[in-house]
């Protein structure tokens, strides 16, 4: 089946460790985002594609790269992890062939714990 | 800038009762509105969606929502709570064809 998924799942690593999530589709999709997830403030855009070519910044890029090695590939590294980047993050995507308010569709998520 | 409030961060029912959980919004031009759902453990599932014609719109689940322009609103409703209803739902405005931007979610409790 057509799908969203996320690698990996679950995550420890220490501070100041490069950190790469990473985020595959099978949908065909163009367009393909990060969030984190922190209870209580629901999910923050950390960075969209809306192709190859195209990475734009979220709310809360800072701390953050992303790579966008193929329409189906989205990663996403932290180059020195910190402790405040502790959370839940997901990968979703989007199909603007779809027209009108085309949703998003959202991997599993990987829970990164930063010691 | 965009905004998504949802007023109530938990909620109690019990078990066939009814549901309301509040959306409201901050955007400039007609919104495209949706109503997401998160299981423990699991991603969001799109529960509806509403981007123009009839203003209560029909999701799975049972589920509804119902846009309400004069007061910037979205609220979903349930007539009657089930047990697996229990989970964390999320309204987000969506920008177009660009960017959602994601309340800070509604944890629903149901009662047996």
């Known amino acids: 089946d057509a799908d969203v998924t996320q690698t990996p799942r679950n995550r420890i690593t220490k501070t100041g460790k490069r950190i790469m999530l990473e985020c595959s589709q099978t949908?065909?999709?163009?367009?393909m985002y990060w969030y984190r997830q922190d209870p209580g403030l629901g999910l923050r855009l950390i960075y969209y594609?809306?192709?190859?070519?195209?990475?734009n910044k979220g709310e809360i890029s800072d701390g953050y790269s992303v790579s966008r090695q193929a329409q189906a590939k989205f990663s996403l590294s932290l180059e020195s992890a910190i402790p405040n980047q502790t959370a839940l993050y997901f990968c979703a995507t989007s199909d603007l062939r779809a027209g009108g308010a085309n949703e998003q569709f959202f991997g599993p998520g990987t829970r990164l714990t930063v010691l | 800038a965009q905004s998504v409030t949802q007023p109530d961060i938990h909620i109690t029912v019990s078990e066939g009762a009814s549901l309301e959980l509040r959306c409201n919004y901050s955007y400039g031009a007609t919104p495209y509105l949706f109503w997401y759902v998160q299981s423990p453990g699991q991603g969001l599932q799109l529960l509806l969606k509403y981007f123009s014609g009839d203003t209560l719109v029909q999701g799975i689940k049972g589920f509804e929502a119902e846009f309400k322009r004069s007061q910037s609103s979205f609220n979903l409703r349930k007539p009657s709570v089930h047990w697996s209803d229990a989970a964390e739902y999320f309204c987000?405005?969506?920008?177009?064809?660009?960017?959602?931007?994601f309340g800070s979610g509604t944890k629903l409790n149901v009662k047996p």
């Open positions: 949908k065909g999709h163009d367009r």
């Open positions: 987000a405005v969506g920008e177009g064809f660009n960017k959602f931007y």
């Open positions: 594609s809306f192709d190859v070519k195209d990475i």
